[in-house]
């Protein structure tokens, strides 16, 4: 599977971005996608997944009620709706595949695939 994220800018904080992640090699569907973020210095960080059928979401706390994850099986790409945008945002967002998408929830390790990452920009 090869993933490639795209989407990423600069923007003002309370602005909005959407992410898009494209696959290739297999279907969506079979896999759960997510989305993490890692800005300069810091940890990569688990920021949403969604599962297989697309029923589950999970989202990390610093980001749940202004992001959405979803994903649109047909042309096999995940989507992150970035509302609300902060400088604390700001960061290279990768996006990744793996069994399910609770297992996300634990971290960046393990990851099945990775794809190239888009950076996000936030200025205050």
């Known amino acids: 599977v090869q993933l490639q994220a795209s989407g990423g800018?600069?923007?003002?904080?309370?602005?909005?971005l959407r992410l898009s992640c494209a696959a290739s090699g297999r279907t969506l569907s079979a896999?759960?996608?997510?989305?993490?973020?890692?800005?300069?210095?810091?940890?990569?960080?688990?920021?949403?997944?969604?599962?297989r059928g697309?029923?589950?979401?999970?989202?990390?706390?610093?980001?749940?009620g202004r992001f959405i994850i979803s994903k649109d099986n047909a042309k096999n790409t995940i989507y992150l709706q970035m509302n609300s945008l902060k400088p604390?945002?700001?960061?290279?967002?990768?996006?990744a595949a793996d069994a399910t998408a609770a297992t996300m929830l634990r971290g960046p390790r393990g990851m099945d695939y990775w794809g190239k990452g888009t950076l996000v920009t936030v200025s205050s």
């Open 9 to 16: 800018g600069l923007v003002q904080a309370g602005d909005s």
């Open 31 to 51: 896999y759960a996608l997510g989305w993490f973020r890692q800005a300069p210095g810091k940890e990569r960080e688990f920021v949403a997944s969604i599962s």
């Open 54 to 64: 697309g029923s589950t979401t999970y989202y990390a706390d610093s980001v749940k």
């Open 88 to 95: 604390e945002d700001a960061a290279v967002y990768y996006c």
